[in-house]
Each structure stands twice: as structure tokens, then as C-alpha cells.
């Protein structure tokens, strides 16, 4: 809420004005109300003065008023994007979805590099169940803020409901990443896996759902599912090679001598259980960052893994792998600045477009290519 004081007498609106915002403050809404509305009375024609009602009237869930005053408020200013975002947000809290995207979508326009006005704007969307609308929205925020565990889980989750399984895979596993104990996650990559029909990762995942909520009933119901298709297809098979006719009785072969059977390993302890899972969670999210040609996330989980297992010989072999490929695109993006540096523009996209086949996701070279691309095109003749 803007809290900015004005100079004052005590029949003056920006009096009222302030003491409104004092009482906001206090909690006292109803009184601020009250202050906001004589403000009003004397003088219409200030924006603070219908803003700041609009957010006092949220407080109390009178949703039509703030809504009204909002609008009265846009009259005066429509460029101010936190009045759009209360705006989206009254008209989301009455379940008017489709007005509160719109609302969303302005606040965006006004201020493009906000990632929470389109993480707003994405939750609109899914309430109206436009999930590529949502998606797109989405990856702006994550594109603006790429570590964000929120935006990269609505993102996996809108992907999914738009069934783009892969996008969905890529950001839940980077929310996985960020937090190990983000349950939601393990249950959406379960989902995923389960659409993917890549069940044993599905069951595994939801496992690891229920083990941080063992009252996750999605996650036991999923597991349930998946152990009665396979027991059915189980049954299936069976019955396929069922023979049609009855065979004669074979002898049963010789009886084989005893052999001793091995001693049962120990059973794992539960610390033991721990670690088993906080490895397998760091190595598959740095596998799917390799996947992705992502090196520094899986560089930064390979060596996690590295150190709860030192003599780990998959992860030391990933992390060499992951190193020369970052170096070797390091190594082509050096030479392409220095060529862009010597104004050898063409040489150095060359060098950029390289390194980029390597790493798709290095920003440096990204950002120095369009750069060269640009000044190319400044030089060209006309």
C-alpha cells in the first residue's frame, strides 16, 4: 500500500488522507475506510486517494468495492502496474478468472520485467484452464528469475496439464534441485513419468513423495495403479502362452546336490536409506541436466554426488564429460569476443554459433551474437 504523507491542515483531504493511512497500518480498516472516503469527498482527483481504499476494501473481502475503486483509480493513471496486479487479484478472488488474466496482462505490459506479473497473470490462466497460455506466461517469469523454485514448479505444472511432458520434466527436476524436500515436485515428476508410460521412474518418484508425507493419498493411490497394471499385464502374458493342448508329463530332472546358500546382506540402516535417496536425487537431476546441455547445474550436482560418494565412478565420469564441454565452449566464446572486438563480425558469429551448439544455454555468447548480428547488419551496405 503507498503510505506517502501529505502536507496537511485538518479539513484538508490529504488530513483524511493520512490518518487513513495511519490506521491502515494499525489495522483498523473500517476507520481507514472511512478517512479514504471524506479524502475522496473533498478532492476526487488523486490516485493515491483510490488506490489505497481499493487495497483497504481487499482487507475486508468487499471485492465489488475495491474493484470500483480500482477502476476509478485507472481513470487517473493507467500506467501504474501494482494497481493492475490488485485489480487481477480482486477479480480473482471472485472467481472471475477471465478479467483478472486481463488485469494481469496490463500490469505486464506496463512493467515487462517483473517476473511476478506474469507468475500472476500464468495462475489466472491455469484457473482458466488455458495451460499454454499459462505456460507462456510462465517462462517469462523463469526466464526473468531462472532459479525460482515457484515459477519453474507452475511452469512444470501448466506444462503438464497442456501435456508437453518434456517441458514439464525439465523444470520439475530443476525444482527438485533447488529443494529435495518439495513433495508437489515428486508427485508431478511421478505424473510425468506415468504419462511418459515410464513407470518404474513414476513409482520411484512417488515414493519419494510419500516418503517426505507419508499422508500423500495421491502418491499411495498412484503406486496402487501402477502394481495392478503391471500384475494385469503379468496375468495377460500368462495367459497368452497358456498351451491349448494338454502335454504329456515330463520327468522331473535329477535332484542337484544342496548348495549353501550365501549369506543375506545386512539390512541397510535408515541413515544408510537416507543417503541412498539424497544421491539417487542429486544424480538424476544432474543426468537431466546433461540431457538438457545444461553443464553448470550438473556440474553443481555432480559434485554433490561426489561428495556423499567419493569413489562414485558414473559421476566422476559425467563430471569430466561435463567440464570439457563447458571449457570447450568457454574456449569458442573467448575467441569469438576477441574477434568482435577486432570488428570481424561474421568470424566471431561463427565462433558464437559453435559454442552455442555445445551450450545452448550460455547467455554470454547469446547476448554477444545478437550484439554482432547487429552491428554486421549497421556495416552491411546498403
Known amino acids: ?24 497500518e494499525e489495522g483498523q480498516l473500517e476507520s481507514c475506510i472511512e478517512n ?56 480473482y478472488s471472485k472467481g472471475e478468472f477471465e478479467k483478472a488474466a486481463k488485469a494481469y496482462k496490463k500490469a505486464v505490459w506496463i512493467n515487462s520485467g517483473e517476473p511476478e506479473h506474469f507468475n500472476y497473470a500464468g495462475i489466472a490462466y491455469c484457473a482458466l484452464k488455458n495451460y499454454k497460455e499459462a505456460v507462456s506466461n510462465f517462462k517469462h517469469a523463469v526466464r526473468l528469475e531462472p532459479k525460482s523454485e515457484t515459477y519453474n514448479y507452475n511452469l512444470s505444472f501448466a506444462a503438464y496439464e497442456a501435456e508437453m511432458y518434456e517441458l514439464a520434466e525439465t523444470h520439475v527436476v530443476k525444482v527438485i534441485s533447488y529443494n529435495r524436500q518439495n513433495e508437489e515436485a515428486y508427485l508431478l515428476l511421478g505424473k510425468v513419468g506415468v504419462k511418459q508410460r515410464d513407470y518404474s521412474i513414476a513409482k520411484e518418484n ?36 497358456a498351451p491349448t493342448e494338454p ?11 544342496p548348495i549353501a546358500a550365501p549369506p543375506a546382506p545386512p539390512e541397510p540402516t535408515p541413515e544408510e536409506l537416507q543417503l541412498k535417496i539424497i544421491v539417487e536425487n542429486y544424480w538424476d537431476s544432474a543426468i537431466k541436466f546433461l540431457e538438457n546441455k545444461e553443464y553448470e547445474y550438473a556440474i553443481e550436482e555432480l559434485k554433490e554426488v561426489l561428495k556423499l560418494v567419493q569413489d562414485h565412478p558414473e559421476a566422476t565420469k559425467k563430471l569430466t564429460i561435463a567440464v570439457k564441454q563447458l571449457n570447450e565452449a568457454k574456449t569458442l566464446y573467448n575467441e569469438g569476443a576477441k574477434l568482435y572486438t577486432a570488428n570481424e563480425f561474421t568470424q566471431a558469429i561463427e565462433y558464437f554459433e559453435k559454442a552455442l551448439s555445445i551450450y545452448p544455454h550460455h547467455e554470454k555468447s547469446k547476448n554477444l551474437m545478437s550484439k554482432a548480428i547487429d552491428s554486421l547488419n549497421k556495416t552491411a551496405p546498403l
Open 1 to 24: 500500500m503507498v503510505s506517502e504523507v501529505f502536507v496537511e491542515d485538518n479539513n484538508s483531504s490529504e488530513f483524511y488522507y493520512n490518518q487513513g493511512v495511519i490506521e491502515y
Open 36 to 91: 479514504f472516503k471524506k479524502a475522496i469527498e473533498i478532492n476526487g482527483e488523486v490516485f493515491d486517494y483510490y488506490f489505497n481504499i481499493g487495497v483497504a476494501y481487499m482487507g475486508i473481502e468487499n471485492y465489488d468495492l475495491a474493484i470500483e475503486n480500482f477502476n476509478k483509480g485507472a481513470v487517473l493513471n493507467s500506467r501504474d502496474a501494482d494497481l493492475y496486479i490488485n485489480l487481477g487479484q480482486a477479480f
Open 206 to 241: 512417488f515414493k519419494k513423495a510419500l516418503a517426505l508425507n507419508p499422508d500423500l493419498t495421491e502418491a499411495q493411490a498412484a503406486i496402487e495403479e501402477i502394481d495392478a497394471r503391471k500384475a494385469n499385464r503379468a496375468k495377460a502374458k500368462s495367459e497368452d502362452t
Open 247 to 257: 502335454t504329456a508329463p515330463v520327468p522331473p530332472p535329477p535332484t542337484p546336490e
